[in-house]
C-alpha cells in the first residue's frame, strides 16, 4: 500500500504533466502549423535520387556526374560512392547544386571503376538563395 506522501507526489506529477500537455497544444506545439510549414525545408518524404557512372581510367580528364531530384522537389543534401578504396580513384569535387548533386570524378588505376552520385531531395514550401556557383 503506497503511503499518503507518494499519492500526493504521483497526483502532483499527473497534475504537472497534463498541464504542460495542454499548454502545449493551446500553443500550436504539437503539431506544426501552416505557418511553421511554410518556413520550414523537407516538409514530407525526403527522396533519393542517385547515378551510377563507370568512370574510365585517365591520367589527365575527370569525369562529371550528376544525380537530380525529381520535380518538385529540392536537393537538401548528397555525396558520392566509389566502388574501391584506391588513392587514385576519387571526387575532385563534389558538391549541392540548384537541381542535384554533382561530383567531378578523377581515375588514375589504369581500369574502369563505378562511382555512384546520391542527392537526397524533399519538397520544400519556402526556399532562399541559391548553392554557390561551381
Not at 54 to 63: E, F, G, H, N, Q
Not at 74 to 83: F, W
Request: charged letters at 15%; glycine letters at 10%.
Amino acid at each position: 500500500m503506497p503511503s499518503p506522501a507518494m499519492v500526493v507526489a504521483i497526483a502532483a506529477l499527473v497534475a504537472a504533466l497534463a498541464g504542460s500537455a495542454y499548454a502545449g497544444h493551446k500553443l500550436g506545439l504539437g503539431a506544426l502549423n501552416k505557418s511553421a510549414k511554410q518556413q520550414t525545408v523537407g516538409v514530407g518524404k525526403l527522396t533519393y535520387a542517385s547515378t551510377t557512372t563507370s568512370v574510365p581510367d585517365s591520367a589527365v580528364d575527370t569525369l562529371n556526374i550528376t544525380a537530380t531530384c525529381p520535380a518538385g522537389l529540392r536537393p537538401i543534401g548528397g555525396g558520392v560512392k566509389t566502388d574501391t578504396d584506391d588513392d587514385d580513384f576519387y571526387a575532385n569535387d563534389s558538391h549541392l547544386t540548384v537541381t542535384g548533386w554533382a561530383a567531378e570524378m578523377f581515375n588514375n588505376t589504369g581500369v574502369a571503376r563505378t562511382a555512384t552520385v546520391t542527392v537526397a531531395c524533399a519538397a520544400s514550401q519556402k526556399v532562399t538563395g541559391a548553392p554557390p556557383a561551381s
